[in-house]
């Protein structure tokens, strides 16, 4: 055997440590040394390949249409192309850059499935009015009644000052004529040089004579609450 005595804890650890450094004793009598690994170095060279530029995908030709907003509601802008009408929703960027679709307006939209579209650009406007908020209007038709209720003159005053400043011509409609002719102001708007119309919804007076100052042209229909707007437009569609 390699040793051949018991050795204790105190010179058994100087006996392994000159076993670990390579001197080994008892019945070796000569030095063995410890050969050292000299690490071997490899270097392979990988051949780099050449990175071919990867094709984009394909896109297919999508055809951008044009058309007026005819109505906004929650969020939804339905366009008229003149072919079709598409129920449309804006996108963000109008959103960021604080802009929003107004009736009136001439835009680009993407069709999708579904009579469904999206607005991609807003065209260059022609005027812009915040209330009612509209956009591209050639006239603005002010009704206005001498009945219940009575219009304030100041009210037409007003948007007809804000139409002539936005280049749009104002239609002064003088309405309920059956209730109550309205002849002062009829007079006094017709001095001043504005065309002004004596109509009825309910007997159909001047509704031919509005017809024929609304027709091929983008005309917006104002006035104070109940002096019968929706009358007079149901009387113009029928």
């Known amino acids: 055997p390699l040793f051949s005595r018991v050795m204790n804890r105190e010179t058994a650890y100087p006996f392994i440590q000159k076993l670990l450094s390579g001197y080994p004793t008892g019945r070796l009598s000569r030095r063995i040394p410890v050969q050292e690994k000299t ?31 005819l109505k906004a509601l929650s969020g939804f802008y339905y366009v008229d192309t003149g ?3 598409f129920t449309c929703k804006a996108r ?23 009579g469904n579209g999206m607005v991609e650009e807003i065209l260059p406007r022609k005027n812009r009015f915040v209330r009612p908020p509209l956009a591209n209007i050639d006239q ?24 002539e400043a936005n280049r749009c011509e104002p239609v002064i409609c003088i309405n309920k004529t059956d209730l109550n002719r309205g002849q002062d102001l009829y007079s006094v708007y017709r001095k001043a040089g504005f065309q002004t119309i004596c109509t009825s919804a309910r007997t159909g007076e001047g509704i031919e004579e509005l017809r024929c100052a609304v027709s091929g042209k983008i005309n917006a229909f104002t006035g104070n609450s109940g002096v019968g707007k929706s009358s007079i437009l149901n009387a113009l569609d029928g």
């Open 39 to 69: 690490p071997i170095h490899r270097t392979t060279q990988i051949p780099q390949q050449e990175e071919k530029p990867v094709p984009a995908p394909a896109r297919g030709k999508i055809q951008m249409l044009e058309g007026t907003i």
């Open 140 to 163: 603005m038709v002010i009704l206005a009644s001498a009945a219940i209720p009575v219009t304030v003159p100041f009210l037409i005053d007003r948007i007809a000052a804000v139409a």
């Open 83 to 85: 072919e079709q009408v």
């Open 92 to 114: 963000g960027k109008f959103r960021r850059e604080k802009v929003s679709p107004l009736v009136g307006d001439r835009v680009q939209i993407m069709p999708l499935e579904n």
